[in-house]
């Protein structure tokens, strides 16, 4: 098995190219906190309401920098009550389902969370910019999928 | 297993060689662009 | 020519192909206009109905008909005409697949299965939507293993001898993909089927999730390798060529049976329930199988270059003009190679873990799938059926049919720019896919989306209008070439199979070793997998109900 001497260039490069992005995103998230929206806590899909902190949905101050955002996802909206959030500090928001797979996506923020009945997503962000923004279902849910939306204003 | 592929070495590639790094710099470049715009979200 | 009766299963399949074509880009145009507003769909069809049929019927009927007949021509060319077992075998894998499609497909119409294909759990589509998926799955083994019996005779006649790089290729694919079914047939078989059916009561969403994608990862390999091995065996033949380089080539097939598999997570980027440690090992592995499309770009541009420069071509880049332009079997090709590049590049960002997050289920994926399998693979397959349907029915490929040709290959790459570009932008600003509307009630936001030059909702219909009528172009030429176009009466007028040479002098013979690569592929999906889903397993929540919510 041969390579022509080029090829061995094009390879080197493209394996090199690859290591770098690898080396980039995988040094953000680890020692940067920028891994992806997950988390390993579970619940009983048919107890939220009365698990958790999805009780008592919305906004809670943890201390003076942090904020909780509890948020239900079910078929096709959020039970969020009022939400509103300082620029600024670090939000936490955790997410389930009730009922299908749906996602809590933030339009402009790396806020896109798959959101899996049984299972917790877990975020955290922090909004540099005050303003009203737009949250969306972006994994089909059924009929209304395309209605399931609602507001954050950052203040 | 060197013998007769290697006249492939004879062949010339340049053009190809120009070619892929096109490819290279799109990959890159579209990575970099989504990258950019990731840190500014 | 090959013989009768494997031309008949051939073109059987080439039929079962164009039809799910046929409604499947009729179903894609209708989605364009709802989402533009010009269209109005009728009480009893459904937006997410309509978008299941075109997922289904494009992504998986279509690909898996036409790869298989691609399969049988190409394997009963190579390797000589087909037994009466495997004959008998291929039969039945065509009738038990096509079964399971009119399964799915009517349950689709129904409304009992607005799941898209990927049916998600816990929204619980009629049993036999399953059971329809789980036959088509069936049938596919079933023409798999007719071919890899049709392989093991020659191997046993030829014995010592590597098989010709054709059917050392189908056989790579055939592998990948019987080690990829694995995940969706015990998904489907143990948690879809009983709970769908009511035996049992709840499912286990996160493994049911992570099944899929182990199988949903390779499955867009089984549409890319049939394209791969036209690139490497059918173009250096239509350049007047040998394969640039067997081994490389071989050896680039075999990485993909290791590297396509131990990487479904990276589609679950952003989910719960699989940490990150287990998620970042996976893009580590996905970028492995990054490697061998590299190799393969460089390998396609030494075939050009190599025989742009013989037939005269100078400079660095004379060889260019060389090429056969005018062959429409060789410019549909190279137009989908081309399309692959910025398919690739978004590709590798999609699977760079956090990266992932902007572009997650936005419609930059739709995009992105319309510039993989949508063109770079289904344009390889038009180029191929330009000459295939043909060469298996005697008929000639007259001059207005290639004329026509063109005009199809030029109004699907127009179609799918404008279409596939305003995707991407959308995308990225934003809009989600899967979605009937996304205006979000005049929502301000989302309204600034769809503002653009390129962005907008006009530019998709534009390139989804051109892009149907492409399609109704091929339709012609499919249904032309196969019953009406003039017989060939001279040997001029014989459409060939154009199998380039390889030269296996220099091939290792271990690279045909399959248990080296099964086995290596085994430890690598034990190693990404193994962890992960038994802590799914044990660790698992109370399961979900089923719920039907459209």
Redesign the interface.
């Known amino acids: 098995?041969?390579l022509?001497?080029?090829e061995k260039?094009?390879l080197s490069?493209?394996i090199v190219?690859l290591i770098v992005?690898l080396s980039?995103v995988g040094v953000s998230a680890f020692s940067q906190d920028h891994t992806p929206s997950g988390g390993m806590e579970t619940i009983d899909p048919e107890k939220v309401n009365e698990t958790a902190p999805f009780d008592n949905p919305g906004v809670t101050q943890l201390d003076e920098d942090t904020y909780q955002v509890a948020i239900v996802a079910l078929a096709f909206g959020y039970t969020a009550p009022d939400l509103r959030v300082p620029a600024g500090k670090e939000i936490i928001f955790k997410v389930t389902s009730t009922d299908v797979v749906h996602s809590f996506t933030i339009d402009?923020?790396?806020v896109n969370m798959m959101v899996v009945p049984g299972r917790i997503t877990t975020k955290s962000y922090t909004f540099e910019e005050p303003g009203k923004y737009l949250i969306l279902c972006n994994e089909y849910c059924g009929t209304g999928h395309h209605m399931m939306y609602t507001e954050i204003e950052v203040y | 297993?060197?013998?007769?592929?290697?006249d492939?070495?004879d062949?010339?590639?340049?053009?190809?060689?120009?070619?892929?790094?096109i490819?290279?710099i799109?990959?890159?470049a579209?990575?970099v662009a989504?990258?950019m715009?990731?840190v500014a979200? | 020519m090959i013989a009768y009766s494997d031309r008949k299963i051939a073109l059987w399949h080439i039929g079962v192909a164009y039809t799910a074509f046929l409604i499947g880009t009729l179903m894609g145009v209708l989605q364009v206009f709802v989402r533009n507003d010009s269209l109005e769909l009728p009480a009893w069809l459904d937006y997410y109905q309509v978008l299941t049929a075109h997922g289904v019927l494009l992504a998986l009927i279509y690909t898996t008909f036409f790869i298989f007949a691609f399969f049988i021509t190409g394997m009963s060319k190579s390797l000589g005409s087909f037994g009466p077992k495997v004959r008998l075998f291929s039969w039945i894998g065509l009738w038990v697949t096509l079964l399971g499609t009119v399964i799915a497909t009517v349950l689709i119409i129904i409304g009992e299965a607005s799941v898209l294909y990927t049916f998600y759990a816990p929204m619980q589509a009629n049993g036999f939507y399953y059971v329809g998926l789980a036959l088509v799955i069936v049938g596919t083994w079933i023409s798999s293993f007719a071919l890899v019996g049709h392989y093991l005779g020659w191997r046993r006649r030829n014995k010592g001898q590597l098989s010709p790089l054709f059917a050392f290729m189908t056989i790579t694919t055939i592998v990948m993909w019987i080690i990829a079914c694995l995940g969706v047939v015990a998904t489907v078989l143990f948690q879809y089927i009983p709970w769908a059916f009511g035996w049992t009561d709840t499912i286990n969403v996160e493994l049911s999730r992570s099944l899929f994608w182990y199988f949903g990862h390779p499955l867009v390999y089984f549409w890319l390798l049939p394209a791969y091995i036209a690139w490497y065996t059918i173009v250096p033949k239509l350049l007047g060529v040998k394969v640039?380089?067997d081994?490389l080539a071989r050896l680039a097939f075999v990485l993909f049976i290791l590297f396509s598999i131990p990487v479904g997570f990276h589609h679950q980027l952003t989910e719960p329930g699989i940490s990150n440690f287990w998620k970042f090992l996976q893009v580590v592995l996905t970028f492995m199988v990054i490697v061998p499309s590299?190799m393969t770009?460089?390998s396609m541009?030494?075939t050009?270059?190599?025989a742009?420069?013989k037939k005269g071509g100078t400079g660095?880049?004379g060889?260019?003009k060389k090429l056969p332009w005018k062959d429409v079997r060789f410019t549909s090709i190279f137009i989908a190679m081309v399309f692959f590049?910025?398919g690739?590049?978004?590709g590798?960002?999609n699977a760079?873990f956090?990266?992932n997050?902007?572009?997650h289920n936005t419609l930059w994926i739709v995009g992105h799938f319309h510039i993989t399998v949508g063109t770079p693979v289904a344009m390889t397959f038009m180029g191929l059926t330009f000459w295939l349907i043909p060469y298996l029915t005697g008929r000639r490929f007259t001059k207005r049919m290639q004329i026509l040709g063109f005009i199809q290959i030029i109004t699907w790459s127009i179609g799918m720019l404008l279409m596939s570009t305003a995707q991407h932008v959308l995308g990225?600003l934003g809009a989600p896919r899967r979605t009937a509307y996304s205006g979000y009630n005049d929502h301000p936001a989302a309204m600034e989306w769809f503002e653009g030059i390129v962005s907008n909702h006009l530019t998709m219909a534009i390139g989804g209008t051109i892009l149907f009528l492409s399609a109704m172009i091929l339709m012609y030429i499919v249904i032309m070439t196969m019953f009406v176009s003039p017989k060939a009466e001279t040997p001029e007028q014989m459409v060939e199979f154009p199998l380039a040479e390889s030269?296996m002098?220099?091939t290792?013979k271990w690279l045909e070793n399959w248990w080296i690569w099964i086995g290596i592929a085994a430890v690598l999906i034990i190693v990404a997998y193994a962890i992960p889903i038994s802590q799914m397993i044990q660790h698992a929540p109370p399961g979900s109900k089923g719920f039907i919510t459209w």
């Open positions: 098995m041969h022509h001497k080029y260039i094009w490069f493209g190219s992005f980039v402009n923020t790396k | 297993m060197d013998n007769k592929q290697s492939h070495d062949v010339n590639l340049k053009g190809t060689l120009v070619s892929v790094f490819v290279g799109i990959i890159v579209m990575w989504v990258y715009m990731y979200r | 640039f380089s081994s590299l770009a460089f541009f030494a050009f270059e190599i742009g420069r660095l880049f060889w260019f590049i910025p690739g590049a978004g590798i960002i760079s956090q990266l997050e902007v572009v990225l030269d002098s220099n290792p």
